[in-house]
């Protein structure tokens, strides 16, 4: 099922409501900190228990001590409200 992307108008409005998230038409990321690796992994699996429900699948790269989560809607080519949803997600995990 393909899906409209977002224009740049729109990413960049939807992006000032989402100040960690940075985004470049193709898709939109953040990074989030955390005190030692284990919390970055848990912060990690929870967002892919998230994004299993969303039946919608961020890049989860994990370091040391961070985690850069990375949407893009593939079918679309780019940014979709899908990618929007997702970060909303994950920022309400990151919060709790």
């Known amino acids: 099922m393909a899906r409209t992307p977002l224009t740049d108008d729109a990413?960049?409005?939807?992006?000032?409501?989402l100040p960690r998230w940075e985004g470049d038409?193709?898709?939109?990321?953040?990074?989030?900190?955390?005190?030692?690796y284990e919390a970055g992994v848990?912060?990690?699996m929870q967002c892919a228990l998230v994004a299993q429900r969303m039946d919608h699948h961020p890049e989860l790269l994990i370091g040391?001590?961070?985690?850069?989560?990375?949407?893009t809607t593939?079918?679309?080519?780019g940014v979709t409200a899908r990618d929007l949803d997702g970060a909303r997600a994950v920022d309400a995990i990151a919060a709790a």
Do not use: N
């Open 74 to 77: 593939h079918d679309a080519g």
């Open 42 to 44: 848990a912060f990690a």
């Open 11 to 17: 990413l960049r409005e939807a992006l000032a409501a």
């Open 25 to 36: 038409g193709r898709s939109i990321r953040a990074t989030y900190h955390f005190s030692t």
């Open 64 to 71: 040391w001590q961070h985690v850069t989560v990375t949407f």
